[in-house]
């Protein structure tokens, strides 16, 4: 592996980590500590229900967490991410060699399959 293809390697691991997990978290308690600044500090109900910080931060989680992962299984089962999926599918040049390559096998033209997906190798 050359140079190159290692710092592009390495410069798509930082990207991933960056953006899904430490950006993630920072974002997430981020918003969690603005909702209780300008929350629950300036509503006396919310602020006698929370006194502290760390009592909305449980109740946060308790309740975000199910949640949020009940909106994410939705949205994977019945929601926009099937479509998304095929969508994606469609628009990408890899798919659509490889499907006209099944295509071709099943058909017994194995010689064009191969022409097919010789490219991505």
């Known amino acids: 592996m050359g140079i190159k293809q290692r ?17 993630f978290t920072i974002t997430f308690l981020n918003f969690i500590v603005i909702q209780y600044r300008l929350l629950i500090q300036y509503i006396p109900f919310l602020q006698q229900c929370f006194p502290q910080m760390a009592t909305f931060v449980v109740a946060f989680f308790l309740i975000y967490f199910p949640t949020s992962t009940l909106i994410g ?5 019945r929601g926009a991410v ?16 490889l499907s006209k390559a099944i295509i071709y ?3 017994g033209k194995n010689e064009e399959a191969v022409k097919t997906m010789k490219k991505w190798t």
Do not use: C, M
């Open 7 to 23: 710092l592009l390697r390495y410069w798509t691991y930082f990207r991933r980590g960056h953006s899904v997990y430490l950006i």
């Open 73 to 77: 299984w939705i949205d994977y089962k």
């Open 105 to 107: 096998l099943a058909e």
């Open 82 to 97: 099937p479509v998304d999926q095929a969508i994606a599918v469609l628009a990408n040049p890899f798919f659509k060699d």
